[in-house]
Antibody, heavy 116, light 106 residues
Framework: QVQLVESGGGLVKPGGSLRLSCAVS????????MSWIRQAPGRGLEWVSY????????SYADSVKGRFTISRDNAKNLVFLQMNSLRAEDMAVYYC?????????WGQGALVTVSS | EIVLTQSPATLSVSPGERATLSCRAS??????LAWYQQKPGQAPRILIY???TRATGVPARFSGSGSGTEFTLTISSLQSEDFAVYYC????????FGQGTKLEIK
């Protein structure tokens, strides 16, 4: 059974940083692309970033390019999203997702609140 | 960027009836389109990918069709558990989502 569990969400001030983690079980982790997708109230779903199994292919939405960094640790079955220079418009539930180019399996989400 | 427009925003249908949801792309998405179902407090669940292929475990009453700029999700006989929000997503050019259609009980 595939399980994805996000952690690291919380309240951060504009301009601040936050690192999300996602622990994955039930799959041969290193074989799969992993993604982060976010959902903000009133702004719908947005694909934020993805990373290939060997970390050789990485891509970002234009809205986060230069501010967010995706990475993974295949030895520990973890994927990360380092978020810097956070803005109000980054406030959302962030989902860890296995699957590319569609989301086959989703975590329960981590809420990121950006507010002073 | 490919913009996806879903219609209607809200669809009211009685249990047992057929529901037809539309997704229109601002430029061709070929057949690179997926459909998701989302219930309150839950993450989206994949239903359809490649425009018409049902994901594992998805009931046969869900079907997808279309190509290019016009896509349809059809639920042949609505069950109580099908009332939810449905999103389309294209992956022909990066990945973008539609704004969703809320399927509610009539």
């Amino acid at each position: 059974q595939v399980q994805l569990v996000e952690s690291g969400g919380g309240l951060v001030k504009p301009g601040g940083s936050l690192r999300l983690s996602c622990a994955v079980s039930g799959i041969t982790f290193s074989s799969f692309y992993m993604s982060w997708i976010r959902q903000a109230p009133g702004r719908g779903l947005e694909w934020v970033s993805y990373i290939s199994g060997g970390s050789t292919v990485i891509s970002y939405a234009d809205s986060v390019k230069g501010r967010f960094t995706i990475s993974r640790d295949n030895a520990k079955n973890l994927v990360f999203l380092q978020m810097n220079s956070l803005r109000a418009e980054d406030m959302a539930v962030y989902y860890c997702v296995r699957g590319m180019p569609w989301g086959a399996y989703w975590g329960q989400g981590a809420l990121v609140t950006v507010s002073s | 960027e490919i913009v996806l427009t879903q219609s209607p925003a809200t669809l009211s249908v009685s249990p047992g009836e057929r529901a037809t949801l539309s997704c229109r792309a601002s430029q061709s998405a070929s057949t690179n389109l997926a459909w998701y179902q989302q219930k309150p407090g839950q993450a989206p669940r994949i239903l359809i990918y490649d425009a018409s292929t049902r994901a594992t475990g998805v009931p046969a009453r869900f079907s997808g069709s279309g190509s290019g700029t016009e896509f349809t999700l059809t639920i042949s006989s609505l069950q109580s558990e099908d009332f939810a929000v449905y999103y389309c997503q294209q992956y022909n050019n990066w990945r973008t989502f539609g704004q969703g259609t809320k399927l509610e009980i009539k």
